[in-house]
Nanobody, 120 residues
Framework: QVQLVESGGGSVQAGGALRLSCAAS?????MGWFRQGAGTKREWLSY???????RHVGFLEGRFTASRENAENTLYLQMDSLKPEDTAMYYC?????????????????WGQGTQVTVSS
């Protein structure tokens, strides 16, 4: 069992930045970020493999950047130029499988989430 603990959420004004962290209790091949706004489906944002392959969803337009520190089993999400529509609960997820994907069904382990609120 792998525990994931997110941190770094908070309230910011539009145009601001936040950096989320996800500390894992053990190493896994795939770590990803998802978010879920009020009344919306959980959506994939990015993933990073333990070998450094990184993917981001297209609609982020380069505003968010995921990275990973394998030595510390930690995943990061740098979020810049935040917009009110980025307001959501942000979740870290991980899986030991040999492939990463954008599907939440693939991920075995989930954190409790960290809230991000962006005001206009």
């Amino acid at each position: 069992q792998v525990q994931l603990v997110e941190s770094g959420g908070g309230s910011v004004q539009a145009g601001g930045a936040l950096r989320l962290s996800c500390a894992a209790s053990a190493s896994t091949y795939c770590m990803g970020w998802f978010r879920q706004g009020a009344g919306t489906k959980r959506e994939w944002l990015s993933y990073v493999t333990s070998t450094g392959t990184t993917r981001h969803v297209g609609f982020l337009e380069g505003r968010f950047t995921a990275s990973r520190e394998n030595a510390e089993n930690t995943l990061y999400l740098q979020m810049d130029s935040l917009k009110p529509e980025d307001t959501a609960m942000y979740y870290c997820a991980a899986d030991d499988g040999s492939m990463c994907s954008a599907s939440s069904d693939q991920y075995t382990y989930w954190g409790q989430g960290t809230q991000v609120t962006v005001s206009s």
